[in-house]
């Protein structure tokens, strides 16, 4: 009996969208290659906040996959706490953490480290299915639906199926849509503390303000977003209204004189944050998205999910989880379109129907995160932040 011949599918991008999707595949026995242009595992390592995973989203893509255990094991049911304040770091909301030792998940969002998502669903899929330091340089298509990708180290590959999972920036992107990433107004920068310096005793205060999950500061067109990782590190995503041109300093030193004018009349501790912050971890962080309802018509042989197809801002707490989820729902229709020997014309029709389903799903939580936005960095902030959270706009998935 002949053995069945599967199709060459190549995978652009190791985040959280293009691992879930290798995941799904290679459970169901389905051959797959990630591409991903970091060189290592533990590339960026200090990099990344934590992520609040849902049941029907997050949650399921790792549950049917089998990962369900070390996610528990993992995760942070405390994290799940929940601040909001105005610029004097005062609760205006706060929503305690969830139970560890409670095990059932189904209404919980449990936090874990972008990091440690990453190790376990590395960990689970076979070292070779993940080829580091590839950086896509060009895709250009070929007969047939094919696809020919060269990346920078100089390897050229042939895929039947290229799916870009390669975010923002996407290099994949082009070949399906000509839309470009648009800015939202909003600048800023990536600041965290080491966990030996969030520890120390005379920095209780910034521990006991920011509290033990996530806590949103927002006023006056500027806002903070601080989360507390599972090693210790406490991170701040510290965003303000103003033009592109906006840059931060490349001196660390200096990169603080700049943010701490900008919150100069900001609470002690989150000033006392800044002037403590890891001056070999600052980052420029302006906030980009695609327009609400970005789609493009099927073509076949090419396709993408997560950032790569619908970028939008962290607002809503939608990113991570649209990219797990769409990583299991295309794995899954890719594995039953293979496995029961389907042609071309049947597999790309499957394609084609997820996509429509990612599209309306997408554009529901790109409008609600642009909704979110607006709001913490409009008048009404913080207020208008409690209102989100009060109305569940925030993500469900």
């Not at 595992?41 to 995973?53: E, N, P, V, W």
């Not at 975010?167 to 909003?186: C, F």
Request: contains cysteine.
């Amino acid at each position: 009996m002949a053995s069945q011949t599967y199709p060459r599918i190549a995978i652009v991008g190791g985040g959280p969208a293009g691992l879930a999707l290798l995941l799904t595949l290679h459970k169901r026995g389905i051959p797959a290659t990630v591409y991903e242009r970091e060189l290592s595992s533990k590339s960026r390592a200090y990099l990344g906040g934590m992520l609040d995973l849902a049941w029907e989203s997050g949650q399921r893509a790792l549950r049917e996959n089998g990962l369900e255990d070390a996610f528990k094991k993992n995760s942070r049911r405390d994290a799940e706490e929940t601040k909001v304040c105005g610029k004097d770091g005062v609760p205006v909301f706060y929503e305690p953490g969830g139970d560890p030792n409670d095990d059932d998940l189904v209404h919980a969002r449990p936090e874990i480290d972008r990091r440690v998502l990453r190790e376990i669903m590395i960990d689970a899929v076979p070292k070779e299915a993940v080829q580091w330091g590839h950086t896509l340089v060009s895709a250009r298509p070929l007969e047939g639906g094919q696809h020919e990708l060269t990346f920078e180290n100089g390897v050229v590959v042939v895929a039947d199926l290229v799916v870009g999972a390669d975010g923002a920036n996407s290099r994949v992107r082009p070949l399906l849509s000509s839309a470009v990433p648009i800015y939202h107004g909003i600048n800023g920068a990536e600041i965290s503390i080491t966990p030996e310096v969030a520890a120390l005793p005379e920095n209780r205060d910034i521990v006991e303000g920011m509290g033990v999950g996530s806590c949103y500061v927002a006023q006056e067109g500027k806002a903070c977003a601080i989360q507390r990782n599972g090693s210790g590190r406490i991170r701040c995503y510290a965003w303000h209204r103003d033009s592109l041109d906006w840059t931060l300093p490349s001196d660390p030193k200096e990169a603080k004189k700049v943010l701490l004018e900008i919150y100069s009349d900001w609470a002690p501790w989150i000033r006392k944050f800044i002037q403590l912050a890891d001056e070999n971890a600052i980052y420029h962080r302006p906030l980009y998205h695609l327009v609400v309802g970005h789609r493009w018509e099927h073509k076949p042989g090419v396709t993408a999910l997560g950032e790569a197809a619908h970028l939008m801002s962290p607002f809503a707490g939608a990113g991570a989880n649209l990219a797990l989820l769409e990583g299991l729902e295309l794995g899954l229709a890719l594995a039953e379109s293979i496995s029961k020997g389907a042609g071309k014309e049947e597999r790309e029709a499957a394609i084609a129907a997820w996509e429509e389903t990612m599209f309306a799903r997408s554009k529901r939580f790109s409008a609600l995160t642009l909704k979110n936005l607006e709001g913490a960095f409009g008048p009404e902030a913080p207020h208008a932040m409690v209102k989100a959270y009060e109305e569940a706009v925030f993500c469900k998935y």
